[in-house]
């Protein structure tokens, strides 16, 4: 049985973020804005179905999915790219892939314990962010 990822998360670290959402092409006034953001996720998951909300004081996002199951992503609130996406697990990680205008996109998240890791991946950048289980 895959792990379960059900639960809230607080990120409490962030690293290459910049460099990430420039490879994204990102304006610079919503860079400026998104690196003050503590976002806060929330996954729901049922078997293999998800939905991963990222909460922010500047914008929210939701994705819903199944897993192997590729699916048109519209990334809203991101860089507002259309998107074919597939996440599979690979173990315990949930690995996605994101096929568009932008090369080697998608992102990775894993458990250990109480701390939910994410590399996000974009072009040549990887942003590795940090999260701490709140409920």
């Not at 959402?21 to 929330?42: E, H, S």
């Not at 590729?70 to 990680?93: A, H, M, P, S, Y």
């Not at 994101?98 to 974009?122: F, S």
Request: with cysteine; charged share 30%.
């Amino acid at each position: 049985m895959p792990a379960n990822y059900t639960g809230t998360w607080d990120m409490v670290d962030n690293q290459n973020f910049e460099a990430y959402m420039l490879a994204l092409g990102i304006d610079f006034a919503t860079r400026k804005v998104a690196r003050m953001l503590n976002p806060q996720k929330v996954f729901e998951q049922d078997g293999d179905s998800f939905v991963i909300k990222t909460f922010t004081t500047f914008r929210n996002y939701s994705c819903s999915f199944k897993i192997g199951e590729e699916f048109e992503e519209i990334t809203k609130g991101l860089d507002n790219r259309k998107c074919q996406t597939t996440v599979n697990w690979d173990n315990d990680k949930l690995v996605c892939v994101q096929k568009g205008e932008k090369k080697n996109r998608g992102w990775t998240h894993w458990m250990e314990g109480d701390t939910l890791y994410l590399e996000l991946r974009c072009e040549d950048q990887i942003c590795k962010q940090t999260y701490k289980r709140t409920a």
